[in-house]
């Protein structure tokens, strides 16, 4: 349960549900530069030092978090569960209770979540870093999938077993070349969408086929361009927040991040989403990217250079959705009427400790 020292909102008296996923670009430090060795899969050498990140762009960063007064959000490159319970503490007026699992990055930047205090929900907490995989140019042992991790909360009303909504949260494989033979990592990128899309079939086998599923992060590629990612809109059903809202919102809109190789002109593209499965279709309100502000409050353009895209608390947008939740929660209410058992039953068989249900009280 998501205890509080706010008082806590009546589920029914929540009409939007305001949903952002945002990679915040080390939250507290810099872990320092790396680049890939020359031993199995590329495995990233340290080559400079952790630094402490500037102070402004953490303020910064909380500004566009409390600017849009978010419910739900879905965070990259989070150190560790101190960092960010700090971070909600001096930044955020202490209003979220913060989830992180330790992943997989060598750097130590994990996918995390925060969710206000004073929303009714239970949450449970799991992970799938230990999903294992046999890479294809290294025939051997099995070895771990997943960058980060594929964290997932599942999001109950109070003393109920039947979710409102399951979140997943990803972080997937940047296109820096592991192995000269898998160009921009998109074999191994590929891989991790896939098995993406096979654990989240998993979900829905065990909560229902129209279970309300979400997927947010940063998917390091072009999603509604790059073949890698056609999996999770043609098998495993989604929808992009920002094809599913009342407005579909325009492709100059969508940038989320952008790039400027040497010597080229700069590449702006699309690499967060909010992606939402069928059962949340119609419930979209509005998708947008948010665009960091001067000190005067206007919009900051697109950087053109790193040393522009550098005056900003990310190299990344924060994604943006707000969701019309008394939808949400008549579909929910429509299948609590079906098959799911009684909590108490849920959780008969002991889960292991890292996917046991988190409580603020256990912060």
Do not use: C
Not at 226 to 245: H, M, N, Q
Not at 332 to 343: A, C, F, H, N, Q
């Amino acid at each position: 349960k998501l205890g509080t020292n706010l008082p806590t909102r009546p589920l029914d008296s929540i009409k939007e549900l305001r949903v952002g996923t945002y990679n915040i670009l080390n939250l507290y430090e810099h872990v320092g530069k790396y680049v890939p060795g020359s031993g199995r899969g590329g495995a990233l050498i340290k080559i400079s030092d952790r630094k402490p990140k500037e102070v402004q762009r953490r303020k910064e960063a909380a500004k566009a978090i409390l600017e849009n007064n978010l419910d739900i959000l879905i965070l990259q490159e989070v150190e560790t569960i101190t960092a960010l319970t700090n971070f909600s503490k001096e930044r955020l007026k202490d209003q979220y209770v913060p989830f992180l699992i330790e992943g997989n990055d060598v750097r130590g930047i994990d996918v995390a979540f925060l969710i206000k205090k004073d929303i009714p929900f239970d949450i449970e907490h799991r992970t799938h870093k230990n999903e294992l995989w046999q890479d294809p140019l290294y025939p051997g042992e099995p070895r771990s999938l997943f960058s980060r991790d594929l964290p997932s909360l599942i999001v109950r009303s109070q003393g109920r077993a039947k979710p409102i909504a399951i979140i997943f949260g990803t972080h997937f494989k940047s296109k820096r070349t592991r192995d000269e033979r898998d160009p921009q990592s998109r074999i191994l990128r590929q891989a991790q969408v896939e098995r993406s899309a096979q654990i989240i079939e998993r979900y829905r086998k065990e909560f229902g086929a129209d279970a309300p599923l979400l997927l947010a992060g940063d998917f390091n590629g072009s999603l509604n361009s790059e073949p890698e990612f056609r999996t999770l809109f043609k098998d495993a059903g989604f929808v992009d927040s920002f094809d599913a809202s009342p407005v579909p919102t325009p492709p100059q809109e969508r940038i989320t991040y952008s790039y400027f190789p040497a010597g080229q002109p700069p590449e702006y593209s699309q690499i967060d989403a909010i992606l939402i499965s069928g059962a949340l279709q119609g419930t979209v309100e509005n998708a947008k990217v948010y665009r960091y502000r001067d000190a005067n409050g206007n919009v900051r353009a697109l950087p053109k250079n790193h040393k522009e895209r550098n005056e900003n608390p990310s190299d990344h947008f924060p994604v943006i959705v707000r969701f019309d939740f008394p939808k949400i929660l008549t579909h929910w209410r429509k299948e609590i009427m079906g098959s799911m058992p009684d909590l108490t039953q849920a959780y008969s068989v002991p889960m292991p400790e890292e996917n046991k249900p988190v409580s603020s009280q256990d912060l």
